[in-house]
């Protein structure tokens, strides 16, 4: 897979965190919650990853 590839993939996970932080807000989602924070630690880590192997600065290659 080719570096632009894994970065647009990254990019849309990135896009997607937001989504899952307002249904954390969301009271009624009982133990969902658990789920819902592994994801968003899983997702951290991941893109924290990401940046450390891919820096932004590496962003034209």
């Known amino acids: 897979m080719e570096k632009q590839a894994i970065r647009d993939r990254v990019e849309l996970i990135r896009s997607k965190r937001e989504a899952l932080v307002k249904l954390l807000d969301q009271?009624?989602?009982g133990?969902?919650?658990i789920d819902v924070n592994q994801?968003?630690?899983e997702m951290d880590d991941l893109i924290a990853e990401f940046d450390e192997i891919?820096?932004?600065a590496d962003a034209n290659g």
């Open 27 to 29: 009271p009624d989602i």
């Open 31 to 33: 133990m969902l919650r």
């Open 39 to 41: 994801a968003l630690e």
């Open 54 to 56: 891919f820096p932004a």
